[in-house]
């Protein structure tokens, strides 16, 4: 919802009209904001668009004078070549690889906090989530001691009190092992570079 409302915000404090298209891959969530936005702002200015591929390609092609879009870069494609008949400016918001660096002169403790409450927080579901972390070697071996501590409490937390959007969701944390908790090192991969990476994978 914050993903889908933070750009709003923005468009309404800048004077513009919007429309609005949630995905369809968190339906409840559409549902939500179809019901209750009408009954704040003014339907003349601002819709809702519920539905998925045809609804989502009939907007396409109109002529917008903007379009935000947040997800993954497959869709982000298809926006893009849909914008670009019309030369409507887009945003893509799409997250990134987010690198984390720890020094030889961190408190790793609080750095393995930090980093495993700042990858798992939303249950991994966040744009700004680290996707890897450049550690100095001779501290390598104690950070990633503690942010396996750290992952392990974190997750428990967090999964236990989540409820998954979809059944491909399910499906696609079951597959990577997100609820084999015996086995944080399932989390972790470390790779010799230039220090030492301690890397997992996005679970969108």
């Known amino acids: 919802m914050m993903l889908t409302l933070s750009p709003l915000v923005a468009a309404i ?13 968190s339906p409840a969530t559409g ?20 539905g998925a591929v045809p609804e989502t390609t009939a907007l396409l092609e109109q002529p917008w004078d903007h379009i935000f879009f947040t997800g993954g870069t497959m869709v982000a494609k298809i926006v893009m070549t849909a914008a670009a008949k019309h030369l409507t400016p887009v ?14 002169s961190a408190n790793l403790k609080v750095a393995a906090r930090r980093i495993a409450f700042g990858r798992w927080v939303n249950c991994g579901q966040s744009c ?3 996707d890897y972390v450049l550690v100095f070697k001779d501290v390598a071996a104690e950070f990633l001691k503690h942010l396996k501590e750290n992952a392990g409490r974190v997750l428990w937390r967090r999964i236990r009190k989540t409820v998954l959007i979809s059944a491909g969701s ?11 908790f015996s086995a944080v090192e399932r989390f972790f991969t470390a790779v010799s570079m230039i220090g030492t990476i301690a890397s997992s994978r996005r679970p969108y």
Do not use: M, Q
């Open 170 to 180: 399910s499906a696609l944390i079951i597959s990577i092992g997100w609820l084999s």
């Open 128 to 130: 700004t989530a680290p």
């Open 13 to 25: 404090s800048a004077g513009n009209c919007a429309v609005i298209k949630p995905s369809e891959v």
């Open 31 to 50: 549902e939500v904001i179809a019901r209750y936005l009408p009954e704040y702002l003014d339907r003349k200015a601002f819709s809702v668009v519920l």
């Open 91 to 104: 945003v893509l918001e799409l997250g990134g690889k987010n690198p984390t660096i720890v020094h030889s």
